[in-house]
């Protein structure tokens, strides 16, 4: 049974088709990689499934349910959560205080409760925070905790959108690029924390990568797309040693 | 010409007046947005100033009318370049949202400054043109308006040439879209934005001249960056072409509204116009589109 | 050097986390209750005014600071606290009835005006702002049935409970004590779950869609809230000017406004009110200086609009953090001597990028 189905989705600008019909699914817990040359509409899939944009035509399911057409901030109740290509973190404010916006949607909501900060309000804020520092051990942000994100180095501001990810609690993770302008022992120990993070937390992880060796290492199975269109799909060897993908993008 | 026709026609050829002026204010304050993304509030200012100086030369100081104006576009040209080099270049790199706050700063010191130095009272000063009508058939144009739109179509028809087709105007696009990769391209973009600002300085000189005559030397003439606004925010933020347009419309939606609309929705049509469009059609007539990708 | 010595994550969620500051801001609150029996009758109403201005301040910093939303126009939110109010009270409604139906009255016209402002942002908001400031002042001009018109309408004096408040120390109270509520009340809010889904509408909207902030809804929440406590505001101000004209509400007090929250240091409650008690004291000071001035540049209104926009141009261009970055960075002087490094606070050289494009 696929977890996640993309049947049929189309996506256009004008005239620009940044994805053609495409139809994939995902099996519940494995590493799924998406590569291809730039413009080839990666990105624009993950867009589509966290509804930045609207699917001209098709339908995405996701656990059984059809989120195709639902709002953009319910998403992540649906239990999906990304990351983005141009690091997207809130600047201004700490390295913890973005991981609780990872907790928004489990917090305690009521407007007049947070006005008077009854003790309901504050044992909700004090589970968060406990929450979060979990994910700070796991991801050994400890040393960061109170910096503002605008002063932290490139790899650490990345780790930290991935801790925001999985502050939410999702079922499934979009990553755009994870390893995109980290060195080797930082995309190493991500190789390493993205494995961790289908074992022991049970998250499918679906990635958009450049980084061939990050996606034989990882990577259960890998689409390439080229143009917009599925160009194939099948284990990480098989297709590295399809034929159109070389052409279109690894290079003979 | 049918005479039911004529006040019609009368109404239009004022408001092509009094637009041009508005499509010149709009056309400098989309030049400094294209070339430094910073919107220039304190362009009205720049304007008002610029009548009070055209008065002082030709009132206070006696000079001939054609010497006065070049002077005082020289002037204000320079005023517009160092501001620009003294003062905006400071806050390079700092969000939109600083370069709003300071040039309404700007704004503000230009305005008090003007108030203390020459007080509340209206003045005017005589042009070549003061007191000349034309006659078209029944229709009464007063020349002074002639000469506002023939100034705003020389002006435009230069500016165009200039960033279109001249390396300093393609410079002053570039710089616009990514600094740091203008200047690692040679363009050495901060006199580059002075340049701008005096530029556009310098049509604001020429609009306030122009308009003063209409409109009485006064303080609130700085209103007229609000109609700039409404222009621009009409024709479609960002294009040239849109300005001009946008100009000429508010022009003439005031006047129609001064005569059609009940007392008081002349004064207000600008900030109506403002308002509703931004939030009805945000993208205006020829406007581009904007959003961030992610 | 001071270390925080949280045992608890209750203890990082304390308003006052440090020995030290319960006594500094206990000792500023005695002070400040102990007041209008030590000092002469103007300063006690000049208190009252900062107050008042700090109340106003603080609901726009909730807008622009917090959640990004620039507002150039918030006069006319303080406008239509202080004219309903009055309507209200000359309808014989009792005191308490009457602000608080003007606050819900401005609350309400905050998402009004709010919900188109969603489409709005940026810049263009800041326009519309602007235009909206310039369009209220005309409209209280000529609704003359319930302002009044240019000629002005009288303000009641408060009652409450059979006390009058309009008397000088009362009345001071009353502002003291709307003052410490709504600082409450706020500071709640921006240290839990809303306080920081506005931060994040500001700083990402795309992020924050992921993470299921609603944002169109946060805005619209930004505006109602910061309307009704600068409707607030403007219900105290009316009872402070006695007399409410159209021109009091008008550009300039919404300047005023925008001036309070980025003088004070954007994002920080702390930042609101020293920016309201920097401004609010500006025109006190202005008129002490004139004197001192050459007759020729005394001129009326010229010299408080010059001064107003070379503090602002200072701020911005020499500390855009405000007084309030400058008390930070005071503190942490004092907090790491002598291990402080001046460059910690050093802009790096920065390059434009283009908002339009990225």
């Known amino acids: 049974m696929s977890y996640l189905r993309v049947e049929g989705v189309t996506l256009r600008f004008g005239g620009v088709h940044a994805i053609r019909d495409l139809s994939f699914a995902v099996t519940q817990g494995e590493i799924f990689a998406i590569i291809g040359p730039n413009g080839a509409g990666k990105t624009s899939v993950f867009n589509v499934i966290t509804r930045v944009f609207n699917a001209n035509t098709g339908r995405i399911i996701f656990d059984g349910q059809d989120i195709t057409d639902v709002p953009r901030h319910r998403v992540v109740d649906h239990g999906v959560a990304r990351t983005f290509q141009n690091i997207e973190l809130f600047e201004g404010v700490s390295v913890i205080d973005n991981l609780l916006l990872g907790r928004h949607r489990f917090a305690y909501g009521n407007l007049f409760a947070e006005l008077c900060w009854l003790p309901s309000v504050q044992r909700n804020e004090a589970e968060s925070r406990a929450k979060v520092e979990d994910i700070i051990d796991f991801l050994e942000l400890a040393p960061y905790r109170n910096s503002l994100v605008s002063a932290l180095p490139y790899g650490v501001r990345k780790v930290v959108e991935l801790g925001r990810a999985l502050a939410t609690q999702p079922r499934l993770l979009l990553l755009d690029e994870p390893a995109s302008g980290l060195n080797p022992e930082e995309a190493r120990d991500l190789a390493f924390w993205i494995d961790d993070i289908r074992s022991d937390l049970g998250i499918t992880v679906v990635m958009v990568e450049h980084d061939m060796s990050l996606v034989a290492q990882a990577a259960d199975r890998v689409m390439c797309m080229n143009a917009g269109q599925l160009l194939a799909i099948g284990t990480a060897r098989e297709v590295q040693s399809n034929p159109d993908v070389i052409a279109a993008y690894l290079g003979a | 010409m049918d005479p039911q026709l004529v006040p019609i026609v009368q109404l239009a050829l004022n408001g092509i007046g009094i637009g041009s002026i508005y499509a010149l204010v709009a056309l400098g304050i989309v030049l400094t947005y294209k070339a430094t993304e910073v919107l220039n509030f304190a362009y009205g200012d720049i304007l008002m100033l610029s009548a009070f100086v055209g008065w002082g030369l030709i009132v206070v100081a006696g000079a001939p009318f054609w010497l006065a104006v070049i002077l005082t576009i020289a002037i204000v040209a320079v005023l517009g370049y160092l501001l620009e080099r003294h003062v905006m270049r400071v806050i390079v790199g700092q969000p939109q949202f600083a370069g709003v706050m300071l040039t309404i700063a700007i704004a503000f010191m230009l305005r008090g400054g003007v108030s203390m130095a020459f007080g509340p009272t209206s003045r005017s000063y005589p042009t070549p043109w003061s007191g000349q009508i034309t006659h078209l058939g029944p229709i009464v144009i007063a020349d002074i308006n002639l000469v506002i739109v023939a100034a705003a179509l020389l002006v435009t028809a230069t500016l165009f040439l200039f960033l279109r087709h001249t390396q300093l105007g393609v410079a002053i696009q570039a710089a616009s879209q990514n600094q740091l990769a203008a200047y690692l391209c040679g363009i050495r973009v901060k006199r580059l934005n002075s340049l701008v600002w005096g530029l556009t300085a310098a049509i604001a000189a020429l609009s306030g001249l122009l308009l003063a005559p209409v409109a009485l030397v006064d303080i609130s003439l700085w209103f007229v960056v609000l109609k700039g606004l409404a222009a621009l925010v009409l024709g479609g933020f960002g294009s040239i072409p849109g300005a001009i347009i946008g100009g000429l419309l508010i022009g003439l939606i005031e006047q129609f509204a001064g005569v059609y609309l009940p007392d008081g929705f002349k004064e207000m049509s600008a900030q109506l116009v403002l308002i509703s469009v931004l939030i009805f059609w945000p993208r205006g007539l020829l406007g581009e589109a904007h959003g961030r990708r992610v | ?358």
């Not at chain 3, 409604?93 to 402002?117: D, E, K, N, R």
């Not at chain 3, 929440?221 to 219900?235: C, D, K, M």
């Not at chain 3, 907090?335 to 283009?354: N, Q, V």
């Open chain 3, 1 to 358: 050097m001071r270390f925080s010595y949280d045992t608890s994550y209750y203890d990082a969620q304390r308003i006052l986390r440090y020995r030290s500051d319960w006594m500094s801001y206990g000792l500023l609150l005695v002070a400040l209750m102990v007041a209008p029996w030590l000092l002469p009758a103007y300063y006690i109403g000049e208190l009252s005014y900062l107050f008042i201005a700090c109340i106003a301040s603080l609901g726009l910093m909730i807008l622009i600071g917090y959640t990004g939303q620039v507002s150039l126009g918030h006069a006319a939110f303080m406008a239509i606290g202080a004219y309903a109010h009055t309507w209200f009270l000359n309808h014989d409604w009792g005191f308490l009835a009457s602000i608080l139906s003007a606050g819900a009255l401005t609350g309400a016209m905050g998402l009004v005006i709010g919900l188109p402002a969603i489409r709005v942002s940026g810049l263009y908001l800041a326009m519309v702002t602007l235009a909206g400031a310039l369009l209220t002042e005309q409209i209280l001009g000529r609704w003359k049935d319930v302002t009044g018109g240019y000629s002005g309408v009288s303000v009641p004096t408060p009652v409450i409970f059979g006390i009058d408040f309009g008397a000088l120390r009362p009345f001071y109270f009353l502002c003291l004590f709307v003052l410490a509520v709504v600082l409450f009340g706020l500071f709640n809010l921006m240290r839990g779950r809303t306080g920081r889904a506005f931060v994040g509408v500001r700083d990402s909207e795309a992020a924050a869609y992921t993470l299921g902030i609603w944002v169109g809804g946060y805005k619209v929440l930004a505006f109602v809230i910061s309307a009704t406590v600068t409707g607030i505001a403007g219900a105290l101000l009316a009872h402070h000017l006695q007399f409410l004209t159209p021109d009091g509400f008008g550009l300039t007090l919404s300047m005023e406004l925008v001036l309070m929250v980025v003088i004070g240091g954007l994002g920080s409650l702390r930042g609101a009110i020293f920016g309201a008690v920097l401004i609010g004291l500006l025109p006190n000071l202005i008129s002490k200086i004139k004197p001192l001035l050459p007759t020729a540049l005394s001129a009326q209104f010229g010299l408080e609009t010059f001064v107003f926009g070379a503090i602002l141009a200072a701020f911005v261009m020499f500390e855009p953090t405000g007084p309030n970055g400058r008390w930070l960075k005071l503190k942490a002087l004092f907090e790491t001597f002598p291990l402080y490094r001046r460059s910690t606070f050093r802009r790096g050289k920065a390059y434009m990028h283009s908002e339009r494009y990225r």
